[in-house]
C-alpha cells in the first residue's frame, strides 16, 4: 500500500537527455514482448545478446546469466539513462548486436520500452545496422522471479528504488544466493550485495550510489573512514561515457520540423477552439482543460453556483477521459455568466489551469442527458 499518489508532467519517462525532436518514436517500435517462460528458453540460444538497459550499479548486485553456449550477457556499464544512446550510437557496440537475436531487460519493462524504440529507431537510420530481431521479457525481471521462484537464470539480486531496496527469487537457499554475491564494498573490498546508508560515490559528475559494507559504515560514523575516498567500480576503472556525443536521429529530424511548424499547430488549436465558440446560449456549456486529477465538488466550486449536471466526455474509441466534460446549469442565466467570467482577466482555473468554456447546446433531435447517464463524482475509468 501507498500513503499517497503524485502525479508529474515529465519531458522524458525516462530520461535520456534527448529534446523532443530528437527523442525515438514509440510508434515504430519493432521490439517483441515475450513470457517469462519463452524468455527463458531464449536464453539458451545461440547467436543471440541479452542487454542489461538499468544502470551499473543495479547490474552490481544481480544480472542475468545465461548458460554456456547460449546468449552472450552485455552490460553497457551506463552510470544513468542519459549514456544509453551514446553507448548504443558506437561503432563497437553495433558490431556485437549486428545479425544477432537482441534481447533486453530492466526492472519492470519500462526502461525497455524506451531502449527498443531507440534501437529501432538506429537501425531505421542505418540500413547497415541489421538484428535477427529485438525482444524484452513481459514485465521485467519482477514477472521473470515470480515466474521462477527457484531463480531459473538470474543470477544475485534484483535492484529495487522502493523500500524493499532489492528483491530475490522467493524459492533460492540463502547460501546458493550468497554464493552468486559479485559485488563488492566500495571501501575495503569485501564481497557485499546490499546498498544501505545512501553512500554517493564521491566523485563530482558521478555521485551514483556506492556499497558499503556495515564495517565500513561504523569508520565513517566514527571518522577513521572519510567518505571523499568512496568510489564506485567504473570511477576507480577510469571507464567514462558521458564525454560521447548524442545520436542524431534522422526520422527525428522531420519530426523537428513539424514541431517548428508554429502557424499549423496554431491553426489546429484555433480549429479546436472553434469547434464550441460562436453557439448560441445554452444551459450546457462545454468545459475543456481540466486536470485529470479532478472530480465534481472541485467543478462545482470553479464554476459556482447553479450546475446542475456534469458529464465527463470520455474518448470514443478509448474509453478514457482526457479532461473535456459537458456541465448543464440550472438556468441559461447562470451559463450566460460562466461564459462571461471564463473570456474575462484570469478566467476561471482550478490550480493553474485556464479552463475552455463556451455555450454547447444539444443539436436537434439529441436527447439530453443521455438515456444512460449516472451521476458520477469522479471521471469513469473503462474495466476491461
Given at each position: 500500500k501507498f500513503k499517497s499518489l503524485t502525479i508529474q508532467k515529465k519531458g522524458e519517462l525516462v530520461a535520456y537527455g534527448l529534446p523532443v525532436e530528437k527523442a525515438p518514436s514509440l510508434k515504430d517500435n519493432e521490439t517483441k514482448h515475450v513470457e517469462a517462460v519463452d524468455y527463458h528458453k531464449m536464453m539458451a540460444e545461440p547467436n543471440?545478446?541479452?542487454?542489461?538497459?538499468?544502470?551499473?550499479?543495479?547490474?552490481?548486485?544481480?544480472?542475468?546469466?545465461p548458460p554456456q553456449g547460449g546468449a552472450e550477457f552485455i552490460d553497457p556499464k551506463v552510470r544513468n539513462s542519459h549514456e544509453l544512446p551514446k553507448w548504443l550510437a558506437q561503432p563497437e557496440t553495433q558490431e556485437k548486436l549486428q545479425g544477432k537475436k537482441v534481447m533486453m531487460y530492466c526492472t519492470g519493462g519500462i526502461r525497455c520500452e524506451r531502449f527498443s524504440a531507440?534501437?529501432?529507431?538506429m537501425k531505421q537510420?542505418?540500413?547497415?545496422?541489421?538484428?535477427?530481431?529485438?525482444?524484452?521479457?513481459?514485465?521485467?525481471?519482477?514477472?521473470?522471479?515470480?515466474?521462477?521462484?527457484?531463480?531459473g537464470f538470474w543470477k544475485g539480486k534484483n535492484f529495487l528504488f522502493d523500500k524493499r531496496q532489492e528483491q530475490v527469487p522467493e524459492k533460492k537457499p540463502a547460501e546458493e544466493l550468497e554464493k552468486e554475491i559479485e559485488s563488492k564494498c566500495c571501501a575495503c573490498?569485501?564481497?557485499?550485495?546490499?546498498?544501505?546508508?545512501?553512500?554517493?560515490?564521491?566523485?563530482?559528475d558521478c555521485q551514483v550510489p556506492v556499497i558499503?559494507?556495515?564495517?565500513?559504515?561504523?569508520q565513517l560514523d566514527a571518522g577513521s573512514l572519510e567518505a571523499s575516498t568512496l568510489q564506485c567500480p567504473l570511477c576507480e576503472e577510469g571507464f567514462r561515457l558521458r564525454d560521447l556525443e548524442a545520436p542524431q536521429l534522422k526520422a527525428a529530424e522531420k519530426r523537428k520540423a513539424s514541431s517548428q511548424d508554429v502557424g499549423g499547430a496554431a491553426a489546429r488549436a484555433a480549429k479546436r477552439h472553434a469547434k464550441h465558440a460562436g453557439?448560441?446560449?445554452?444551459?450546457?456549456l462545454f468545459v475543456g482543460g481540466l486536470p485529470l486529477a479532478i472530480d465534481a465538488t472541485a467543478v462545482r466550486e470553479a464554476l459556482g453556483s447553479g450546475v446542475d449536471v456534469?458529464?465527463?466526455?470520455?474518448?470514443?474509441?478509448?474509453?478514457?477521459?482526457?479532461?473535456?466534460?459537458?456541465?448543464q446549469m440550472t438556468s441559461k442565466k447562470e451559463a450566460e455568466r460562466v461564459v462571461q467570467s471564463a473570456s474575462e482577466g484570469r478566467g476561471i482555473r482550478i490550480g493553474k489551469r485556464k479552463l475552455r468554456i463556451n455555450f454547447a447546446p444539444p443539436p436537434e433531435g439529441e436527447e439530453?442527458?443521455?438515456?444512460?447517464?449516472?451521476?458520477?463524482?469522479r471521471p469513469p475509468i473503462p474495466v476491461k
Open positions: 543471440t545478446v541479452i542487454i542489461d538497459v538499468r544502470n551499473r550499479y543495479e547490474t552490481e548486485i544481480g544480472h542475468f546469466q531507440l534501437l529501432s529507431q537510420d542505418n540500413p547497415e545496422f541489421s538484428t535477427e530481431g529485438e525482444y524484452m521479457v513481459r514485465g521485467g525481471i519482477e514477472r521473470y522471479m515470480r515466474t521462477f521462484p527457484e531463480g573490498k569485501k564481497t557485499w550485495g546490499e546498498y544501505r546508508g545512501a553512500f554517493k560515490c564521491s566523485v563530482q558499503v559494507c556495515p564495517e565500513c559504515r561504523g453557439k448560441p446560449p445554452s444551459r450546457r456534469i458529464h465527463w466526455i470520455p474518448d470514443k474509441s478509448s474509453g478514457l477521459w482526457y479532461g473535456s466534460t459537458f456541465v439530453w442527458p443521455p438515456a444512460n447517464f449516472k451521476q458520477l463524482e
